[in-house]
């Protein structure tokens, strides 16, 4: 992981993380839907075990997601488990550095 320190309050959240500064990687999850989420139907897909997922679009991003803001259209409808991914959680340095090994440009080998 980086190199910089974490700043961890006491329930292990880093508070220098920050959505603003982050392409929503949380966003790429899967999301498996509770009986009392209400979200909008046509958002709505069944995964390959038949349990109803958040459906995600060929770019791999939760169709929820507003493209040009990249931020939840259905922000106040969200499902259960978005409200309850706390934002600078360990799971969500995890997924943020998983996506930054995984799609930033590998460095080029030196001769």
């Not at 929503?24 to 109803?52: I, Q, S, Y």
């Not at 939760?62 to 409808?77: E, F, K």
């Amino acid at each position: 992981m980086s190199s910089i320190p974490l700043r961890l309050d006491e329930a292990g959240i880093d508070d220098s993380v920050s959505c603003a500064r982050c392409d929503a990687v949380c966003c790429r999850l899967t999301v498996v839907l509770m009986p009392e989420d209400d979200v909008p139907r046509h958002l709505v897909e069944r995964n390959e075990h038949g349990v109803e997922v958040m459906a995600h679009g060929e770019d791999g991003w939760c169709v929820a997601i507003d493209p040009l803001r990249m931020c939840c259209s259905i922000y106040d409808q969200r499902p259960g488990i978005c409200r309850k991914f706390a934002m600078g959680s360990e799971y969500c340095r995890d997924e943020r550095e998983t996506y930054r090994t995984r799609y930033d440009p590998v460095p080029p080998l030196s001769a």
